[in-house]
């Protein structure tokens, strides 16, 4: 049992430039989220999922896209990286009827 | 989601109790709290949650004042790996764990 797991852990994007984060977790849960935490911040949503096949914004939507065509995965792309996507991402989930969400390690970018 | 205020740093002496305040005047009467720690930027982790009457588990106690204006985490004895930045957060119970708002939390030093 891995819980959440993102990938990469590390990445240096040029401007304009396109990737996907991964995100999987292998306890069935419904929920997924992604959030982008920026120095000294806290973290903010950037979109979720309640199950396969819907998603929605969260906070800062704006510059990704997400889609969730199976349970276990969630990737957050990025079309076109600017310098103000420089963040650490991280990928959360959990079940419908818990109260605790479980959080994966953090993707660390950096667009330059 | 009502507001969260917190302090921003707190520092405890290994061994000791830390008791960590965060106040939530605008909390409705569907709210829950909650509180997550982040060790030093990795995946936030969950400790605790509760509604109105005071919780406790293996990790720490949830002391949450009558009129659930502010509430208290305790670290009933805490050690060095308990350095971490603690968030308190105001949501709705159970479905609402994929979208949680963040604040800045506290920064929680533990000294030997």
């Known amino acids: 049992n891995a819980g959440v797991t993102q990938t990469p852990k590390f990445q240096v994007l040029k401007t304009g430039q396109s990737m996907t984060l991964q995100c999987a977790q292998d306890?069935?849960?419904?929920?997924m989220s992604w959030y982008r935490q920026d120095p000294g911040m806290g973290l903010r949503l950037i979109h979720y999922s309640v199950g396969a096949g819907i998603t929605d914004q969260g906070e800062v939507p704006n510059g990704y896209n997400v889609s969730r065509s199976t349970t276990e995965d969630f990737p957050l792309r990025l079309l076109s990286a600017a310098p103000s996507q420089t963040s650490v991402y991280f990928c959360a989930s959990s079940y419908l009827t818990s109260d605790e969400a479980f959080f994966g390690q953090g993707t660390r970018l950096t667009v330059v | 989601d009502a507001k969260t205020t917190q302090p921003p740093s707190m520092d405890c002496a290994e061994g000791r109790a830390a008791n960590l305040p965060c106040n939530h005047s605008t909390i409705s009467g569907n709210e829950y709290v909650y509180w997550y720690r982040q060790i030093h930027s990795q995946g936030p982790q969950y400790i605790i949650h509760g509604l109105k009457n005071n919780e406790t588990n293996e990790m720490a106690s949830l002391i949450i004042t009558e009129d659930r204006k502010s509430s208290t985490l305790i670290l009933p004895h805490a050690t060095l790996r308990d350095t971490a930045v603690y968030y308190c957060i105001v949501s709705d119970s159970g479905g609402s764990n994929y979208k949680l708002t963040f604040g800045k939390g506290t920064l929680l030093t533990v000294n030997p």
């Open positions: 306890m069935n849960h419904e929920y």
